[in-house]
């Protein structure tokens, strides 16, 4: 799975990367080298205009879980921040945004832990580790957002009417990001990113075929178990230090 990532491009440097507009609410999102779920998340995805009836793409701020539109509770996000790809297009909280609600949710890296087992003069623990791109380019991690109406809202038009939340699709785990996890997000390659944004792709089979297996491999760095708190965020979380599974990791981290 992924349960946790680092977001520090601002939305207007997204904008003019992937050749979209940022939402004007989504302009003060903070950066986060420890985005955690329920957490407002940039993400990008396209739009038909109301006033145009042109296709708009957008860099927005999303809530990091995601909440089906017809849920009766939006608590419910916080336990749906990823969806499986292999079954996403048939599950009911997931197939119609898998339809007609596809985003983009860059990140710098993410986060995965292994247990650590217990020794002399230490408790049993679980160690963070960090997963990026060997260029430190973005990863484009495939997602779905989705509406949810609040009812105690008298009037559509009002903006706290309307809570959009998103996932983060999730495959098998390859190279060194299977050593850590046997879950890792999908990503998209640059030149694929306007197919999986298109809204007019509605055949879930098609849409199924815009994703492959990742290709190259991820490195992967031990980092301070700080991170495992949510309160905690700045730079600093993606420090090395000492790989306490080396045997695990095979010593492929950066």
């Known amino acids: 799975m992924c349960g946790r990532f680092v977001s520090t491009t601002t939305p207007s440097d997204l904008a003019d990367l992937l050749r979209a507009t940022v939402w004007p609410a989504t302009e003060a999102l903070a ?36 909440v089906p539109s017809w849920s009766k509770d939006p608590g419910a996000g916080a336990r749906m921040i990823n ?18 609600r596809r985003c983009v949710v860059p990140a710098d890296g993410y986060f995965e832990w292994r247990p650590v087992p217990a020794a ?28 949810w109406r609040d009812r105690t809202v008298a009037h559509d038009d009002d903006p706290a009417a309307w809570l959009v939340t998103c996932t983060v699709l999730t495959t098998e785990a390859t190279d060194a990001a299977g050593r850590i996890h046997d879950r890792m997000p999908v990503t998209l390659a640059p030149d694929a990113v306007d197919a999986w944004l298109d809204p007019a792709a509605t055949d879930p089979g098609e849409v199924r075929d815009l994703l492959h297996a990742p290709s190259g491999e991820l490195l992967v760095r031990p980092v301070a178990t700080a991170v495992n708190s949510v309160r905690n965020d700045g730079p ?6 000492e790989d306490p599974l080396p045997e695990v990791t095979g010593g492929h981290y950066a």
Request: hydrophobic fraction near 40%; charged fraction near 30%; avoid cysteine.
């Open 120 to 147: 002399e003069g230490r408790k049993a623990y679980k160690q963070p580790y960090y997963l990026h791109r060997p260029d430190g380019g973005l990863l484009l991690m495939a997602g779905l957002y989705e509406f």
């Open 236 to 241: 600093r979380l993606l420090d090395p230090v």
């Open 83 to 100: 969806a499986r790809v292999e079954t996403a297009h048939e599950k009911p909280a997931f197939r119609k945004a898998f339809r007609e």
């Open 31 to 66: 950066p986060s080298w420890n985005v955690a779920p329920t957490d407002q998340v940039a993400s990008v995805l396209e739009r038909v205009d109301r006033e145009t009836g042109e296709i708009v793409r957008q860099v927005r701020s999303l809530r990091w879980g995601l």
